[in-house]
């Protein structure tokens, strides 16, 4: 009988606004202390996947943000300026509309990260390059300050979570295969 009534105030405690929004300060905290980082689905880019077309060094053959998903980026880069975070390491899948997204922040240069790409037209390399995006992570430098701009399917791969375009996941540092959602933040 303790047992259970412990379970319940524990239950009562979470169920209260400020227990959902210590975790959420946590997270930020740990994101801005270098423990953890910030993974982002690609701003709104109307479509699925990518055209029969698609080339990866030529935007017109992709699927690109519309005006809702630039300003969904910008936002995110004033959101992590109010949060404490003005010049992130910044790494971005290669495709325009991650890359694009990270550009719109306005948080600084924007280094392209191959372990990011999308793999939704190939997925029989989602897990190989699951596992490369966890080491290239790890391998830098702890402490480091990063914000990760990929796609759903790659984030799906490594945490589980299906997010919306433009929404953000803080995942501790260092990350393990499922990555341990700290926080997630809706697109601002």
Same mark, same amino acid.
């Given at each position: =009988?303790?047992?259970?009534?412990?379970?319940?105030?524990?239950?009562?405690?979470?169920?209260?606004?400020?227990?959902?929004? $210590?975790?959420?300060?946590?997270?930020?905290?740990?994101?801005?202390?270098?423990?953890? +980082?910030?993974?982002?689905?690609?701003?709104? $880019? *109307?479509?699925?996947?990518? *055209?029969? !077309?698609?080339?990866?060094?030529?935007?017109? #053959? %992709?699927?690109?943000?519309?005006?809702?998903?630039?300003?969904?980026?910008?936002?995110?880069?004033?959101?992590?300026?109010?949060? /404490?975070?003005?010049?992130?390491?910044?790494?971005?899948?290669?495709?325009?509309?991650?890359?694009? #997204? $990270?550009?719109? =922040?306005?948080?600084?240069? @924007?280094?392209?990260?191959?372990?990011?790409?999308?793999?939704?037209?190939?997925?029989?390399?989602?897990?190989? %390059? #699951?596992?490369?995006?966890?080491?290239?992570?790890?391998?830098? =430098?702890?402490?480091? +300050? =990063?914000?990760?701009?990929?796609? %759903? @399917? !790659?984030? #799906?791969?490594?945490? /589980?979570?299906?997010?919306?375009?433009?929404?953000?996941?803080?995942?501790?540092?260092?990350? +393990?295969? *499922?990555? %341990?959602?700290?926080?997630?933040?809706?697109?601002?």
């Amino acid at each position: =009988m303790p047992d259970r009534f412990v379970a319940c105030l524990l239950l009562a405690w979470l169920a209260l606004p400020g227990a959902a929004q $210590a975790s959420e300060r946590e997270a930020w905290d740990a994101l801005r202390e270098g423990r953890a +980082v910030l993974l982002l689905r690609h701003a709104t $880019a *109307p479509g699925m996947g990518d *055209p029969a !077309n698609f080339r990866l060094g030529d935007c017109s #053959t %992709q699927r690109n943000l519309d005006q809702r998903g630039r300003d969904e980026a910008r936002r995110w880069g004033q959101l992590l300026r109010n949060q /404490g975070i003005s010049r992130p390491r910044l790494l971005s899948s290669r495709w325009c509309r991650a890359r694009d #997204t $990270a550009q719109q =922040m306005d948080l600084g240069p @924007v280094e392209p990260l191959p372990a990011l790409d999308s793999f939704f037209a190939a997925r029989a390399r989602a897990k190989a %390059q #699951t596992a490369e995006l966890v080491e290239r992570v790890n391998a830098l =430098m702890p402490g480091t +300050v =990063m914000v990760l701009v990929s796609h %759903q @399917v !790659n984030i #799906t791969a490594l945490t /589980g979570v299906y997010p919306a375009s433009g929404e953000g996941l803080i995942l501790a540092r260092p990350l +393990v295969l *499922p990555a %341990q959602v700290l926080a997630r933040i809706p697109p601002p």
